[in-house]
């Protein structure tokens, strides 16, 4: 399974966290404290640089029980939507 996926424009992110110019594993610690002040079902956009992030993300949230929706290219950044379970 691949872990790249283009997010739906409709989602509507609860917070957003900006990691742009964060390297491995920066956006993940990251993303599992601001993820945390979500309640279930809500939706965290992470914006990053770190194409790395892409397999980060896909793998903790099969593992922690989050769902990754997918992300979006932006200019310059790349936007991951995951939502809290």
């Known amino acids: 399974m691949s872990e790249f996926r283009i997010?739906?424009?409709k989602i509507q992110a609860a917070a957003i966290l900006d990691a742009?110019?964060?390297h491995c594993p920066i956006p993940l610690l990251h993303t599992k404290k601001e993820i945390s002040?979500?309640?279930?079902?809500?939706?965290l956009q992470i914006d990053g640089t770190d194409h790395g992030s892409r397999k980060d993300f896909s793998g903790w949230c099969?593992?922690?029980g989050h769902k990754y929706l997918g992300e979006k290219e932006m200019?310059?950044?790349i936007s991951f939507f995951i939502k809290k379970g």
């Open 20 to 22: 742009r110019g964060l």
């Open 37 to 43: 002040n979500l309640a279930p079902g809500q939706i």
């Open 7 to 9: 997010a739906d424009n």
């Open 75 to 77: 200019h310059g950044y």
């Open 62 to 64: 099969d593992r922690s």
